[in-house]
C-alpha cells in the first residue's frame, strides 16, 4: 500500500495552527512541543527564530488592523507583564529587522505593528 504525501500547508494555515495552540497551551513548554512543526515551517519561511514566529503569529491575530501591544497579547496568553518580559529580545529583534518577506507577503509593514507599552 503506497501512502500518499500531504500537501504542504501554505504559510497562514501553519500560522493559524500556531495560534490555535497557543490559545490552546498559552506559549508554555506544551505549546512549543505541539507547534514545532508548524514554528519550524513559519521560521523558516520568514527567516525569524521559533519563537519569534509564535509571537508573529499572534502579532497577526490580535493586530485587527491597528497596533498591537505586548499587554494585550499577553492578556491573550494569560502572563503578567514580568512573564512576558521574557519574550522582549525577541519583539526588540522583530521591531528592528524588517522582515522584508513578512511584509511582502501581508502587504503592510508588520513591525511597527507592535506598540511596545502596556494597556
Known sequence: MKIKNKPKKSLLENVGEIIDLAKEYKLQEEFFKHAEPYLEKTASFLSISKTQAALFSLVLEYS???PVSIG???RAMDY???QMLMYMDDFDVMEKNPLSKMG???QLPIFPVIIFHWE
Open 64 to 66: 485587527d488592523k491597528k
Open 72 to 74: 494585550k497579547i499577553a
Open 80 to 82: 503578567g507583564r514580568i
Open 104 to 106: 511582502h507577503f501581508v
